[in-house]
């Protein structure tokens, strides 16, 4: 695919670039007016998430109206668990909600491999495709699934929780089912990337938003293991993997077979930097609260962050999603403060 | 004051011991059944925090039932910021809820400063007094207290959140105003720490329960500044900090007028170690979700545990708060556990 704008993907891959490309988590929905008007006219979230043709339409409002450096596909993590036989609701205000949850070997039955998944997920291959053909090189366009662990709280759990205490329970009391279930999502994960990246995805990214709930050694055999197996599975794309809270960990993730590690606004990126020398490029991690101060302090604020890369090896994001209640405006400050930003390594 | 058992005291100084001690956070209340009799026979968790006598008896019943090493006096966090003029309401299954909440200069006249600790908190140094005389030098007795950080994020948000981003926003955008919460809420919370001293506390202890929502520079500025300043002005009795997800801090939080630090059980106690020396005692940190294991499990993984602590310098706790769910004979194989381990530093 010849590119208009590849800084993204040779970001990436550690090439050389001439400014730091940026874009934000949660940028397609959420901010937008546009996004917004979108979403009124259907029945709620799932139903823009499982329509194409909107899904692909969200996904490039924030190429045209904030000029970000790459899009990511509208979807939801979950859809993984419902198209693995566990259906779930987004309630309002609460987030989301499964009536079933696997916490014995026989409520596996709610964790299926054995399909197709053009049959199951292809709602979401459909909008990459659309997606790709409206881009056409513009930008390079992110594809995405949740981490083994992660995906594994919401079918134990069956909803968010503060401590995850059901899913943790399970990794004492029934390690065997912890590591069956982990298996299968993985092996869905895997193959649902790949289809995503066949329909058109040029990199992808797995996030692990429950990574830091879990001890050094537990991350280690519950969650590292499995996404070792997926990051060596993609060797189509650059991949990029955003384990949040896993402070223990980076050494370990950054010697996996990835391009990129994502860092929360709590990490440190120049300690980062420094136990994981030149291998790996990292991204974010721009406080997304930062976005509720003034022009002026988003574009210092922005600078002390660049100012602080002692490398080329960066992709410019917020340190989480960006918070609903965001003005684009501040977001335009952001990415134009990025854009204007002489980077000389 | 001459203890039966002053194992926790002498912990926290570095003093010889001839066994680790041991004790739980949420050890008053939550799981056992006879707490659960005494909760009944009152309207709700507010009655029982502002009713002296039963406050004590729910203290003292884990020193009886589960054996422990201290008591920690039955209350809340948030009694302070009731006492400075924000009431709040505890809702059942959703936690803490304020009516008002602090984001503007006008609205800091519901953080009073001038008022009698006595006056407005009395039924907690009352629950105190009457907890001593009926432990009758049995066990030490620990107060506490939330960090101001912690508790200007209940203040400023209203409730609990997983973001606070209504908090952190106030940072960027009002950071004057955000001092002077914090200034306040720390003049508070020294004097309501030296009121329990007085009225019977052994030792304290200050939770920062949302420390690791803050990157290092902001919680060096607006957490770790305020947090010193209290462990500095208490000089009567060992002071414990336990600032959740500080990993970035812990040197700092180490170097501070404290004696023991919390270590939450994502946190690696070996390393911190390596940090620190002997400098400082370590309480903590079995993952709570290990009590949920068989008996012959939580007898192994304990010991695992105390084997990795290479010091005296430690107080044995989870890693966090007890789970209401939890069997108390599991936490009983615990402290046993603990109990019979052979010490040889």
Redesign the interface.
Known sequence: MKFENDLVLRAARGEDIERYPVWLMRQAGRILPEYRAVRGELSGFKELVETPERAAEVTIQPVDLLGVDAAIIFSDILVVPEAMGLEYQMIEKKGPWFEKTIRSMDELIYAQTDFDIEDRLGYVTEAISITNKALNGRVPLIGFAGAPWTIFCYMTEGQ?S??F?ES??L???NPTLAHELLNRITEVTIKYLKAQIKAGAHMVQVFDSWA?????E??AEFGLKYMDRIAAAITEVPVTIFAK?A??SVSEIAAMSCNTVGVD????VDEIRKSVGESITLQGNL????L??SHS?VERLTKNMLDSFKSKRHIVNLG?GV?PDMDPEKVKTFIKTVKNYEINY
Chains 1, 2 share one sequence.
């Open positions: 968010g503060k401590t205490s943790r329970k990794l004492y009391t830091g709930i879990l001890g050094k537990q991350y809270g402070y223990n606004w709590n990490m440190q406080d997304p609260c930062v509720y101060s302090e989480h918070y």
